[in-house]
């Protein structure tokens, strides 16, 4: 019985007669009592306001709690992973990835697409255009002669999504949905997208994309997330130790456009088979523009189904991150074009000082016949899962 039934049942007995006795009083007030210091279930997601965007939409902040003290923000806009402290090997807990205090950080030009989700389509399409059963796109082009992650205005980052919390058995998280209309950013087809985000007591943020359309129409969404796992702000991720689960990777050209080549890992500083400082060979690296990695891994495990891709260990911090992923590529970029943008609580996120591990399809994938195809066509589902899992060693 809920608190206003109990009220209408007390009434209903107690005013008809006139007859409140004492004994009825005690009662009334013992249940009201009783009510009132009962447990109520702890709201596992804290659903808050954080802001306004330029044009007045309200961005809703979501936050998840688990058993282990770790702590994941989300926003709506852009469906981001804005936040997530997790305690290191001595205990203390640090924010590991990047953000900004506000929306209007995440709108100005030194939101380098933090924790974002990227699309439709994710990394760059070569020359802004593509050519899809006969008929010609034009995209904007917003990264040199290309289009990256997903255009200029209206691509999935900018786009304030809904979020309903996630409060099942077991589960904490929020699932957004985002519909693209048919032509947003020159893409075809009305694109309805569900990015739903969970975050367990063994400190594994799961990822899990679903979209559906009602013409072709190329999909590649992923993840953007800067980590720096001795805590976001700290000034080198060079010093972390990487291993990718890929014996090959996508060379690129001097617009960081895949040449069509699937490469050996073998004898190159793109050999993360074991272990290696990211550090160790960067500077080997030393094509323009990036000067680093800021490159797609062919991923071993192409079957579909979930698999480790990656794991990188802070030797200072204790820090280990897993990324499993059902996808069969993975893009490393080291944060080779950050500046210093100053981000939550003022930190300073300088040159080198986070990397991305983006789960996804190799890039220009639409314009490249040998890569797996990233076409989705009406009556498929896209799925895709990605699992970031922060343990301590
Ligand atoms: C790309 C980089 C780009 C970065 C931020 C990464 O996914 O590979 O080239 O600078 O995103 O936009």
């Given amino acids: 019985m809920n608190c206003r ?8 007995i107690a005013l008809p007669g006139l007859s409140l006795n004492c004994a009825a009083i005690v009662l009334l007030a013992c249940t009201l009592v009783i009510e009132m210091t009962a447990p109520v279930a702890r709201a ?3 659903v808050t306001e954080f802001g306004k ?25 852009g469906a981001t992973l804005a936040e997530w ?21 995440y709108e100005s030009k030194d939101n380098g697409y933090f924790g974002c989700i990227a699309g439709r389509v994710a990394n760059r399409i070569a020359n802004a255009r593509f050519t899809l ?51 947003e950013e020159g893409f075809p087809g009305t694109l309805s997208c569900t990015v739903k985000y969970t975050l367990s007591d063994t400190n594994a943020v799961r990822i899990e994309y679903e979209a559906t359309t009602d013409q072709a129409t190329p999909v590649n969404l992923t993840n953007h997330a800067y980590f720096n796992l001795s805590g976001a702000g700290s000034p080198t991720i060079l010093d972390h130790e990487l291993m990718l689960a890929a014996d090959h990777y996508t060379p690129i050209n001097d617009v960081l456009i895949p040449t069509g080549e699937i490469a050996s890992v073998v004898g190159t500083p793109f050999d993360f088979r074991q272990f290696h400082r990211i550090g160790e060979r960067v ?24 698999a480790l891709a990656a794991r990188v260990r802070d030797p200072k911090s204790g820090r280990v991150l897993s990324v499993f992923t059902t996808e069969p590529g993975i893009q490393l970029y080291v944060g080779n074009f950050l500046t210093g943008a100053k981000g939550k609580g003022g930190k300073t996120y300088a040159y080198r000082s986070g990397f ?15 890569f797996p195809s990233v076409v989705l066509r009406p009556g498929e589902t896209y799925r895709h899962t990605c699992v970031y899992q922060i343990a301590v060693e």
Avoid: M
Avoid at 71 to 77: F, G, N, T, W, Y
Avoid at 144 to 156: A, D, I, Y
Avoid at 356 to 370: A, F, G, K, V
């Fill in 5 to 12: 039934n109990r009220w209408a049942w007390w009434l209903g």
């Fill in 44 to 46: 596992e997601v804290i």
């Fill in 53 to 77: 965007t330029a044009e007045g939409t309200a961005v809703t902040q979501f936050t998840l709690k688990n058993s282990q003290g770790a702590v994941v923000k989300l926003l709506s806009l």
């Fill in 85 to 105: 402290h997790v305690p290191c090997k001595s205990g203390q807990v640090d924010d590991v990835v990047f953000g900004f205090d506000n929306v209007a950080g």
């Fill in 133 to 183: 059963d006969g008929k010609q796109y034009e995209l904007a082009k917003n990264d040199g002669p290309n289009t990256l992650h997903g255009g200029v205005k209206r691509s999935l980052d900018k786009v304030v999504w809904k979020g309903t919390p996630i409060e099942r058995e077991g589960e904490r998280g929020v699932e957004f949905k985002y519909a693209s209309p048919a032509g």
């Fill in 283 to 306: 500077d080997e690296l030393t094509a323009k523009p990036g000067k680093g990695y800021d490159h797609n891994f062919v991923l071993n495990n192409q079957t579909g189904q979930l």
């Fill in 356 to 370: 991305c591990l983006e789960t996804q399809h190799y890039p220009d994938s639409i314009n490249q016949s040998n």
